[in-house]
């Protein structure tokens, strides 16, 4: 999916936004602690988090000041500042009435967005949240000041940026590399070490309690049972203190929503907004994508010579550099497999830019890799991806030579006009595939 980002000006801050859907109801996510639009929405569980939601809405996200794509700030906004700025965001987007969605720390802000503008909040779902961040003589949901500021010093501090943070908020995937990689490049993305300690600072200063009985807008609250970061009875004792609220408990210790069963929270909000939830779609959706192969030229020989701890590191390094420009050209990761990758795009041409750009950066660690692209009807199986179009670009990548990228005829058709140029490499008869396919080797003007 492509990412259309725009900007709405807040005072004299930009604030970046983008829409997805066109469905009638406005829901605008009001996001957590720190956020990028772009690096969140290259992991497939976000998403497809945010397409679940987009089927029935027309979605609003943004990244708060001083984070993600918005501008920087000298110092961390007030509450009532980041209240004008989802406003801003409305305003931009041609949103009289929104239902707000606030995640975690963003539950805060939308309580008192909801109990401010009346006029303009049409439902209030708050997932994760908390009406206080610590621990008072009439609130032993959270910990005290102390104590956090304690484990954020050893823990989470000189963490950021290294994928370490991630255990917490979503251990289901602590084991993932793949997914502890994303979160460090989300951390280093979204917020410097020194705005994430004002910003954390600041959320430690936050007490919404008295906005609660304020709160007009029909309001769902959800929480997982086992959530790590906030305190089930956090949830539940909000919910109790707004008139009507809805609180639903879910299963599960991801306090990150895309983790874990993420359609049971777009499911639960469906239902809220729209009075019925939509069938649940099947583990298996069709889409049309370009998928790309690559691997390492030589590899076991390599292994051997250099032993195995600096293999490995040069196996991270290799990495690195693929992630590096999956980010680049909005490529998503699906998997590693041994010293290779399964990558898909959303576009043939910054797939092959993309394939391109890894060749020339892997040869200056001293490197040869193929790279196999080809574009077709792809099976979406959970973060997985089958079919046809996979297996044929596994076997192109197969025949690939060394610093080659190497692409099918419908790659080199569906790019005509993008300045890229194509070698002709004949007819292959790709095993197990039915037929030849023309094979043409592609150089982008720009590599």
């Not at 750009?357 to 973060?383: F, K, N, Q, Y």
Request: aromatic residues 6%.
């Amino acid at each position: 999916m492509g990412v259309d980002i725009r900007y709405a000006k807040s005072d004299e801050v930009h604030l970046a936004y983008y829409i997805e859907g066109d469905g009638p109801i406005d829901l605008v996510i009001v996001p957590g602690f720190v956020s990028h639009i772009e690096v969140g929405l290259s992991n497939p569980r976000i998403a497809r988090f945010a397409a679940a939601l987009s089927r029935f809405s027309r979605l609003i996200t943004f990244d708060k000041r001083g984070t993600g794509m918005s501008d920087p700030v000298p110092q961390v906004p007030t509450l009532e500042q980041r209240m004008d700025d989802i406003r801003a965001v409305m305003d931009a987007a041609g949103s009289e009435r929104a239902a707000l969605l606030g995640i975690s720390e963003g539950a805060q802000l939308s309580v008192l967005f909801a109990a401010a503008h009346p006029e303009r909040t049409t439902s209030l779902v708050l997932y994760g949240g908390m009406a206080r961040s610590t621990w008072a003589p009439d609130y032993p949901w959270a910990n005290t000041r102390e104590g956090i500021n304690e484990a954020t010093a050893e823990f989470m501090a000189p963490g950021w940026g290294t994928g370490e943070n991630l255990e917490p908020f979503a251990p289901s995937l602590a084991d993932d590399p793949a997914a502890r990689d994303w979160w460090g490049r989300m951390e280093r993305s979204a917020a410097s070490p020194a705005m994430m300690a004002q910003i954390f600072q600041t959320f430690l200063e936050t007490d919404v309690r008295s906005a609660l009985p304020l709160v007009q807008a029909p309001t769902l609250v959800l929480h997982r049972r086992g959530d790590r970061v906030v305190n089930i009875g956090a949830g539940r004792w909000m919910a109790e203190q707004i008139k009507d609220a809805k609180f639903v408990e879910l299963p599960g210790n991801d306090h990150a929503g895309w983790a874990g069963d993420s359609a049971a929270i777009t499911g639960a909000v469906e239902e809220f907004l729209t009075g019925s939830r939509a069938e649940a779609p099947t583990d298996l959706d069709r889409v049309l994508a370009t998928v790309m192969f690559v691997d390492i030229v030589g590899s076991t020989q390599r292994a051997v010579e250099l032993g195995d701890r600096p293999w490995r590191d040069l196996l991270e390094r290799y990495y690195a550099v693929i992630r590096r420009e999956l980010q680049q050209h909005r490529g998503r990761e699906v998997k590693t497999m041994g010293d290779g990758m399964l990558a898909t795009f959303d576009g043939p041409a910054r797939a092959v830019s993309a394939g391109a750009a890894i060749v020339a950066g892997v040869r200056e660690l001293g490197l040869e890799m193929r790279t196999g692209i080809h574009t077709g009807e792809c099976e979406l199986i959970g973060d997985d991806v089958g079919g046809l179009a996979v297996h044929i670009g596994a076997r192109i990548v197969s025949a690939a030579e060394p610093g080659e990228v190497l692409v099918s005829s419908i790659v080199r058709d569906l790019t005509a006009g993008s300045g890229i140029d194509y070698a002709d490499r004949g007819a292959r008869v790709l095993k197990g595939v039915p037929g030849e396919w023309q094979l043409y080797a592609a150089t982008p003007s720009t590599a």
